[in-house]
């Protein structure tokens, strides 16, 4: 690699959003805050019900978007608030996970992770983490192949209300 992109691949600092269970990972997360416990702040949370709710469209959208990796975490195996969801999410994504080669996004920007609500200290070790994986790996240039590829749907937004006079 050449010096050049040795020195920006080192300036780099990743964007990464973080998808979370509301009941167990954004409570860890919290937690870590609370008790005032230093981590990466390259982490933006969208706080969800479950992880079993994931769209992971919302994965693609996040890359699209701009950025560099993502982290999906929720409770852990037998602990989630509706009883199955974590492990609903997690099998998604494994079928996900064999569609992401195909948009061209290499398996290494996306984790997934259990995180319970007293684990704060976890939170700030995974963000850390990830946060130096995804570094190493350099910026995520691919978004435009995402956006060609995985929102087909976009020509059908609704045609904008006319205004009605009376």
Same mark, same amino acid.
């Given at each position: ?8 691949? !080192? ?9 979370? %269970? ?8 919290? *937690? ?17 019900? %479950? ?16 950025a ?7 409770? !852990?195996?037998?602990?989630? +608030?509706?009883? *199955?969801?974590?492990? +609903? ?25 259990w ?24 910026p ?20 904008? *209300? ?5």
């Amino acid at each position: 690699m050449s010096q050049h992109k040795e020195t920006i691949k !080192h300036d780099f600092e990743p964007n990464i959003v973080a998808f979370v %269970c509301n009941w167990c990972t954004y409570t860890g997360a919290d *937690l870590a805050g609370t008790s005032r416990l230093k981590y990466e702040p390259n982490v933006r949370i969208i706080r969800l019900p %479950c992880t079993g709710r994931i769209d992971y469209n919302l994965l693609l959208k996040a890359f699209e978007s701009g950025a560099d990796g993502v982290l999906v975490s929720g409770c !852990h195996p037998n602990d989630c +608030h509706y009883n *199955l969801g974590n492990f +609903h999410a997690r099998r998604r994504f494994t079928v996900f996970r064999q569609l992401l080669d195909f948009v061209g996004i290499d398996i290494r920007r996306i984790q997934f992770a259990w995180v319970s609500a007293a684990e704060g200290a976890k939170w700030a070790q995974l963000v850390t983490q990830v946060t130096n994986e995804v570094r190493e790996l350099g910026p995520f240039t691919n978004y435009k192949r995402i956006s060609e590829l995985s929102f087909p749907y976009k020509e059908l937004e609704p045609e904008p *209300l006319e205004e009605v006079t009376a």
